[in-house]
């Protein structure tokens, strides 16, 4: 595995390796790697000649009182489990290698960044979009994973690739979760062992509004018993419960077929976020 710095070299050494008809997977991450990046890697190694990893903690994705500053950064570890995983580049750029001084060209989705996380995070996902294209134009890959926990962000930057001609696939891959059922995150980090067996709870009302959306059970209904189940969580605070059209993020209505059931709680003051995709 080789370790990157710089966009300009990374560039190059893919450019050289696309010549010899070599396909390209990236790995788009901020790092404090668990089984869920893994899963991603292991993809991108089946299906791509070359897997670039990228670890970054981007800046322009965190708003003010954010945890930009205590965000996790284990450096050594997350060489070591892109090693062990068969990543064959590791890019590791800084905010002054990847944004100069003069830097003032921002990507924004119009529609699907305003609503769900983008209410109370408003410039996140004009962050997550800036970010990602660069990392496009830089890996240039076929492919690109990203997991499907961030399903908001999955469909956007699937917009913004179609939106910007990207040529490239953008592949969404599945929720990899504790024994308890909680959704991995680097931000699990945070949580006391208490807390960690108190979030689970997040996923077990997720589970339960499934079945019910496959019983027939009005959106209303299956929202509040949500709210409910979620407010019974120790130390827990509603950021948004939302019913949307699993492809467009539209709000969704009795008559749908499909649906993302989307949550984010804080537990303890740690924001997480969770999903499950429902069908009829």
């Known amino acids: 595995m080789k370790i990157i710095r710089k966009p300009e070299e990374l560039q190059k050494a893919i450019e050289g390796l696309k010549k010899k008809g070599k396909t390209v997977g990236l790995v788009p991450t901020m790092g404090a790697l668990h089984a869920g990046h893994i899963s991603l890697m292991k993809k991108s190694v089946s299906q791509n000649d070359i897997t670039v990893v990228s670890v970054y903690v981007n800046p322009i994705q965190f708003g003010p009182n954010e945890d930009y500053e205590r965000y996790p950064r284990p450096v050594e570890h997350d060489i070591k489990v892109c090693k062990d995983n068969k990543v064959d580049f590791l890019f590791l750029p800084t905010n002054k290698t990847l944004y100069n001084d003069n830097f003032s060209t921002y990507i924004y989705n119009n529609k699907l960044s305003k609503i769900m996380c983008g209410v109370t995070r408003p410039i996140h996902f004009q962050g997550v979009c800036t970010v990602v294209s660069k990392l496009f134009n830089i890996a240039m890959p076929q492919r ?3 997991g499907l926990k961030d399903y908001q962000q999955y469909i956007i930057v699937k917009q913004m690739a179609k939106d910007l001609n ?6 969404g891959c599945p929720i990899v979760r504790e024994k308890s059922g909680l959704a991995m995150s680097s931000r699990n980090t945070y949580l006391s062992e208490k807390a960690k067996q108190d979030a689970c709870g997040i996923y077990k009302s997720l589970c ?9 059970k009005k959106l209303k209904d299956i929202k509040k018993n949500i709210e409910k189940n979620i407010s019974d969580i120790p130390e827990s605070k509603i950021d948004y419960i939302e019913l949307r059209n699993f492809e467009t993020l539209d709000l969704a209505t009795d008559k749908d077929k499909s649906i993302v059931i989307a949550v984010a709680v804080k537990v303890s003051n740690v924001r997480l976020i969770d999903n499950i995709v429902c069908k009829k």
């Open 166 to 171: 990207f040529n490239l696939k953008v592949v």
């Open 144 to 146: 690109a994973y990203f």
């Open 208 to 216: 339960l509004a499934k079945k019910q959306f496959a019983e027939g």
